[in-house]
Every structure is written in C-alpha cells, then in structure tokens.
C-alpha cells in the first residue's frame, strides 16, 4: 500500500528566503505530481515527475524526483507572498491504470510573510 | 475552451436522499477522476476512468458509483447520502501522462 507523507505540514517563510518542502513515499511509485491550492478554491496541477532524477522548474518552484529515496523535493527560491498557498504531492502506484489509484499527501501550507 | 466544468457549486442534502454530481471536460481528455477533500486533508481519489466505457474504483468507493459514457461527461452519483459524505467533490481530467486539470468544486453538507 502507498502512503505518501509530506513535511512540514505548516510553513512559515519570510519573502526572499529559500525553503524545500518534502514528499516521501512509502513504496515503489512511478509517478509522483505537484499542486498548488489556495484557499476556498480548486487545485492547480504544478509538475509531474516520472523518471528518477527528473527535475522541473518554473518561476520560483523547482521540483525534483528521486526514486530510489523515494522522496521528492518542492524547493522554493526567494520565496513571494503570492507563493502563500497549500502544497500537495501525490504518488501514483505501478500498475493503477496510469494516473489512477493517486495518492495524496496531507499538504503543506505555506505562509509567506514580508 | 471552459475546461473541466462542475454541477451543482453547493447543494445540501438529507440522510438518505441521492444526487447526482455533474463533471464536464470540454479538451477531449480520456482520463477523468473523482476526488473528495475533507477540511485540513488532502484529496482522496474516489472513482476514475480511463476512457469512455470504462471506470475503476479508488481509494474511497463505497457510497458512490459513476458512469462513462461519452469522453466528455463523468457523472458521480450519490446513492443514500449519509454525514461521512460531507466534503468537497473535485473532478478532474488529464491526458495520458499529463497534468490534471481540475473543476472548480462542489460543497456537499448532509444533514
């Protein structure tokens, strides 16, 4: 069974500073995604990770995929207020009927303060 | 292109009425999914489908059945709601491999 755990699960950053939030799993996964949710509202999809050491970045979001450690990264650089936002990874199992059977982890939220 | 639209926004039911939640993709996606969200958790996969015609269950099907019938529409129906079935309901599609794309919700309370 995949268990997908996040951490921290609260965040607090000042603007300008850089920061990793991480994603470790519990057992062979072969995908591993990226969300952003802002409060009262839906889930923007951010990345999705499907080889070992694929990385990813846009603005200021960088996330990177290790599977043999089974752990994947969502580092933050000179972090913005408008970052502020909860932060969800999920890991797909093998054989879930590709992006089925997706498992989420409990989220980080991330306050960014000036 | 709208997207990944979602019917009802709100609704409140009885114990033990049914309904049914309305999930429309409109960029020709095979995969569609069904997800609730309890308040402070992260999102629980309930049903998905692969393509037209075909469904599996996820992570929490009890409660719950779908439909497929076009590439389009994937419908969640609630049948005997009961109170653990308060929560918010997102569908989403993506295609193969890609990014999911997500419906903006609907607020579920069962009283």
């Known amino acids: 069974e995949l268990k997908v755990e996040q951490n921290p699960l609260f965040l607090s950053m000042q603007e300008g500073k850089n920061y990793t939030i991480y994603c470790n799993y519990s057992t062979t996964s072969d995908r591993l995604y990226w969300y952003r949710q802002d409060p009262g509202k839906s889930l923007e999809s951010l990345f999705v990770l499907l080889s070992n050491g694929a990385v990813k970045q846009e603005g200021r979001l960088m996330a990177s995929l290790d599977t043999k450690a089974r752990l994947s990264t969502l580092h933050i650089t000179a972090a913005v207020h408008d970052l502020s936002a909860t932060y969800f990874c999920a890991g797909g199992l093998r054989g879930g009927g590709s992006q089925g059977n997706l498992i989420f982890g409990k989220g980080t939220k991330l306050s960014v303060k000036p | ?111």
């Open chain 2, 1 to 111: 292109n709208a997207g990944v639209t979602q019917t009802p926004k709100f609704r409140i039911l009885k114990i033990g009425q049914s309904m049914t939640l309305q999930c429309t993709q409109d960029m020709n996606h095979n995969y569609m999914y069904w997800y609730r969200q309890d308040p402070g958790m992260g999102l629980k996969l309930i049903y998905y489908s692969v393509g037209a015609g075909i469904t599996d269950k996820g992570e929490v099907p009890n409660g719950y059945n779908v439909s497929r019938s076009t590439t389009e529409d994937f419908p969640l129906r609630l049948e005997l709601a009961a109170p653990s079935q308060t929560s918010v309901y997102f569908c989403a599609s993506s295609p193969l491999e890609g990014k999911q794309y997500f419906g903006p919700g609907t607020r579920l309370t069962v009283t």
